[in-house]
């Protein structure tokens, strides 16, 4: 059977101040029985933490110390659980209807270590505007979480800090078992009666403390030294704000004015709204009905649709005339298409008429788009014809070599000019007569002849 004190987490490390942790450790010694514990405080074991809500403004409380999850201990020592936290954050995000958050930190000791990083993280990555209002207090693990805020407001008489890391160890349970440890792991179950399982312990504690100082510092502009110059002191009001643990003074009234605009501010559920006068109530959209009453919201939707469903298939909407408004959309959608089908014959390209008429009548395409089809096919059909002409052409007729017309030279000019004359189609162009081409080669070979353009 668990014990009220195996709540704790035993051995875990705590961001908490010295009291509260002796109060726990009071608390889960007193009983064996958590069940017993709760009887006598008289407190339910379902109890539960909600957000609250004024005019946009959530405002999420946090009281006692922190555990990592909802637990007995939780609900019999009035502490509060990251996971609880977390889901009231994520449900004041999620509504439309909230603009700003404020952390109302009350008397928030710290607690366990596990989980305040995550949730740390998730403040400052907010989408909406968060506050931290310190009116107690706000120390160890819970000022971790107060630093990830856009702004520390603290009162006059308020705590902050305690930035530091501890851990425990029962030395004598007196269980009457022998816990034997594995001889390659001693620092499995570090002995805190020795230096060396001391030592270990401390390095565990000091890790964490390094991570704690140096989001507090970076969330609140500072460097490391200057928030471990304070040695995990608590500071207070006025002395907090010079040490840059805080921004300013003020009250929880004055916060939640400043983030609403308005200092006539009524409470309420974070989804309910408690005012009662129509100028102090949130304006309805759609959105913040949808957020916060799905249930109307749904029911208008579906009613809406299945009357608009009806009317457009019974043709009788009231105020509306059907056939006129299908009449109109016919001719609408008549005349666009028929000035996209004039719009792609104004793109026709002789040759390309088939691809024009197919187009024409898909019923899709523009003018710009058949204008750069009908480029697309005269481009490849230029380039089908060159190809075709580039390898159907015919191939030269040889050249006479002069070789072979000085071979047919055989000394008889008139036998030669006869061969040449009948072969040589333009050389009987050119001269009138075979004997006037007779006459010229006799001229020619006694050297009574000069060609034009030559030097003899």
Request: proline share 4%; aromatic share 6%; hydrophobic share 40%.
């Amino acid at each position: 059977m668990k014990t009220a004190i195996d709540f704790i987490a035993n051995g875990s490390p705590w961001a908490i101040t010295d009291s509260m942790m002796d109060t726990i450790m009071a608390i889960a010694e007193r009983n064996t029985d958590p069940q017993a514990i709760a009887a006598q405080l008289g407190r339910p074991l379902n109890n539960t933490r909600m957000a609250t809500e004024r005019d946009g403004v959530a405002i999420i409380p946090m009281d006692g110390p922190v555990f990592p999850k909802a637990n007995m201990f939780t609900e019999i020592s009035g502490a509060h659980s990251v996971s609880q936290v977390a889901l009231d954050f994520n449900a004041a995000q999620k509504n439309p209807a909230i603009h700003s958050i404020v952390m109302h930190f009350e008397t928030a000791p710290g607690g366990n270590a596990v989980g305040i990083h995550e949730f740390g993280e998730m403040m400052r990555e907010s989408e909406k505007r968060v506050i931290a209002y310190v009116g107690g207090m706000a120390a160890s693990a819970h000022f971790w979480w107060a630093s990830s805020a856009d702004e520390i407001i603290i009162d006059a008489t308020a705590q902050v800090g305690n930035i530091g890391v501890v851990t425990g160890r029962r030395l004598n349970p007196n269980t009457g078992n022998i816990e034997i440890v594995s001889s390659r792991a001693p620092d499995k179950r570090p002995n805190a009666a020795t230096p060396e399982g001391l030592a270990v312990i401390q390095a565990e504690v000091d890790a964490l403390e390094d991570v704690f100082l140096s989001n507090v510092a970076r969330n609140r502009g500072m460097t490391v030294e200057e928030v471990a110059a304070h040695r995990g002191r608590i500071l207070i009001g006025e002395q907090a704000v010079k040490a840059g643990f805080a921004d300013r003074l003020g009250s929880l009234e004055s916060v939640i004015a400043g983030l609403t605009g308005n200092r006539n501010i009524n409470g309420g559920r974070m989804t309910t709204s408690k005012s009662t006068s129509p100028a102090d109530k949130p304006e309805l959209t759609v959105a913040v009905l949808k957020a916060e009453h799905p249930d109307i919201y749904q029911s208008i939707h579906d009613e809406g649709f299945n009357a608009a469903k009806e009317g457009f298939t019974s043709g009788k909407i009231e105020g509306f005339d059907m056939e006129a408004i299908k009449a109109e959309a016919r001719a609408e959608g008549a005349n666009t298409e028929r000035e996209r089908i004039q719009s792609v014959e104004a793109q026709s390209i002789s040759g390309h008429e088939a691809l024009i008429n197919t187009l024409k009548f898909d019923g899709e395409t523009t003018g710009e788009q058949a204008a750069v089809k009908v480029l697309q096919a005269e481009r490849t059909s230029r380039e089908s014809a060159y190809q075709t002409v580039v390898t159907k052409r015919p191939e030269p007729a040889p050249a006479v070599a002069e070789e072979q017309q000085a071979s047919a030279d055989t000394g008889d000019i008139e036998a030669d000019c006869k061969a040449k004359w009948d072969s040589n189609a333009d050389l009987r162009k050119e001269f009138s007569s075979f004997n006037a081409f007779v006459a010229f080669s006799k001229a020619k070979s006694k050297g009574k002849v000069r060609v034009l353009g030559s030097k003899q």
